[in-house]
């Protein structure tokens, strides 16, 4: 069974940065994405990455502030994550979905195949 695996959460300041990681990508898959989920709130769509060719997409609410890749080589993803605001405080969740069609739906959490156990960040003064 696939286990994605995440780290890199933490407390940090507003204005202040993280870099969250996925590992043990090492199946066949088509793109990788990071969604959050705050307390009381649905799982949302955060950032993808195709991991053939590294098309990026990203939520209205993170761009210019957030940054996916992906390293083959070492079949890892990270999300940068700057400018931090209370707002992105929440679990992160990394995720890989294995078809083009579901990709093409990637803004919804069901179109996933596989998910990491999560990972806590916290904006805080």
């Known amino acids: 069974q696939v286990q994605l695996i995440e780290s890199g959460g933490g407390l940090v300041q507003p204005g202040g940065s993280l870099r969250l990681s996925c590992a043990n990508i090492n199946f066949a898959l088509y793109g990788t994405g990071w969604f959050r989920q705050a307390p009381g709130k649905a799982r949302e769509f955060v950032a993808s990455i195709t991991w053939r060719n590294g098309v990026k997409d990203y939520a209205d609410s993170v761009k210019g502030r957030f940054t996916i890749s992906r390293d083959g080589p070492s079949n890892t993803m990270y999300l940068q994550m700057n400018d931090l605001k209370p707002e992105d405080t929440g679990a992160y969740y990394c995720?890989?979905?294995?078809?083009?069609?579901?990709?093409?739906?990637?803004?919804?959490?069901?179109?996933?195949?596989?998910w990491g156990q999560g990972i806590q960040v916290i904006v805080s003064s």
């Open positions: 995720a890989a979905t294995t078809t083009r069609d579901k990709y093409f739906g990637r803004q919804s959490s069901s179109n996933w195949d596989y």
